[in-house]
């Protein structure tokens, strides 16, 4: 515990040299000095430099980057614990996240930490806990992965990795994000345009918003898995936030996606992005999963209950943060759409059934679930956040009026 905190000491004392030197010297390119103790026990310690030097230097041994269409970019460092790792380049990034082989479990009773240096200051942040992601993504997860964390433009991190019990997981390594500009689209790929409802039998159709399409976000089609997969009826909607950052120009919420796609494909081995649509605090609906926004696509999204549902998700964190009305409009406006595309009441029932243990439901039981519902009445999990699940009730109601209309 004492080399720990004196390596720590050393780390900050690094970090104010770093920026002190960024202050004298912008905007020349400054190298980041290494603490001179190595972090003692299971904790891995990573610097990394600005990017002025990593746009030229190679990567640091056993790094390997996948470079996408768009100047994007997915970096892999390993993280070996009991010793620390000497400094290492690479791109600016702006979502970053932990993986490893093995289930999410494996990383029970341990922490993950995280600094990051900002591109634009050189400046370090406060350091952030990453917790594991066993409330997202598909019901047989092929492996464990920490939620992402948006980080905004930076180019330098630390990590902290402290095992639980069970000892370090293999594979264990940080995931670098650089969503990059995305791929160009034709402008009439881009949107779908809104439509009336279409009438058919049952009632409850409502017309569809306008949606973003997966080209006008510049998703990289190469990087999913090929073909699509398709569940039964859509007959429920669950809400969820996507924890990133909330005061976004909303002309960046593309960029924003295309992180997060990279991360549930790169980092956590998901056949594709996890959502079936995203929202963005302007209103904006976005097409996620790949396989038709009217066809029943078999997202990653809550877990347990992937089947017979959609996830729909709000960019930004609402815990704190009051959800703004046109994001809210745009939520309920593809949830009235998408379930009156099976005669599904917004504001009505759906009865599902638990496929996960994990989940807030044991295997195999039956739930009753307003079908308009937030992530956490399915997983024990804050997603989507208190104020914006706080507004669902009304949500309901907006979006029965519009199936009403």
């Not at 026990?41 to 790094?63: I, K, R, V």
Request: include cysteine; charged fraction near 20%; proline fraction near 9%.
């Amino acid at each position: 515990m004492h080399l720990f905190n004196k390596a720590a000491h050393l780390f900050d004392k690094a970090a104010h040299l770093s920026d002190k030197a960024a202050h004298l010297f912008r905007p020349a390119a400054v190298r980041l000095p290494f603490p001179a103790a190595l972090l003692a026990g299971c904790t891995a310690a990573l610097l990394l430099q600005p990017a002025a030097a990593a746009s030229a230097a190679p990567l640091a041994p056993g790094a390997e980057r996948r470079d996408f269409p768009g100047g994007g970019t997915t970096t892999t460092l390993p993280l070996p614990t009991g010793h620390g790792l000497a400094p290492s380049t690479t791109r600016p990034f702006e979502l970053l996240g932990v993986g490893w082989d093995g289930p999410a479990g494996a990383m029970d009773g341990g922490t993950v930490r995280v600094r990051t240096r900002d591109a634009a200051t050189g400046r370090w942040g406060d350091w952030h806990v990453l917790e594991a992601d066993t409330e997202d993504g598909p019901d047989h997860a092929p492996h464990g992965a920490t939620a992402p964390l948006w980080t905004g433009r930076s180019d330098g991190v630390a990590v902290e990795v402290r095992p639980g019990p069970a000892g370090p997981p293999p594979g264990l390594r940080l995931e670098l994000v650089d969503p990059g500009a995305g791929a160009p689209a034709p402008a009439a790929t881009r949107t779908l345009p809104a439509e009336p409802a279409a009438p058919a039998d049952g009632g409850h159709q409502a017309p569809r918003p306008g949606i973003v399409t997966r080209a006008g976000w510049g998703a990289d089609e190469s990087l999913r898995e090929p073909g699509f997969e398709y569940t039964g009826p859509v007959r429920e909607v669950f809400v969820h936030h996507t924890a990133t950052a909330t005061a976004y120009e909303c002309s960046d919420a593309p960029q924003v996606i295309r992180a997060i796609y990279q991360y549930h494909v790169k980092t956590s081995g998901w056949r594709d992005i996890g959502y079936n649509f995203l929202v963005d605090r302007c209103g904006t609906i976005y097409e996620g999963r790949a396989g038709g926004v009217d066809q029943p696509v078999h997202g990653a999204h809550t877990l347990g209950f992937n089947t017979d549902s959609a996830g729909v998700a709000a960019i930004g964190t609402y815990i704190n943060d009051a959800p703004p009305q046109p994001l809210l409009d745009g939520i309920a406006a593809i949830s009235a759409w998408k379930l009156g595309l099976t005669g599904q009441a917004a504001d009505g029932h759906t009865k599902l059934t638990s496929a996960s243990d994990a989940s807030r439901y044991p295997k195999g039981t039956v739930v009753d679930f307003d079908a308009i519902s937030g992530h956490r009445d399915a997983f024990k999990t804050e997603c989507p956040g208190a104020a914006l699940y706080a507004r669902l009730p009304a949500l309901r109601t907006a979006a029965a009026k519009r199936q009403a209309q």
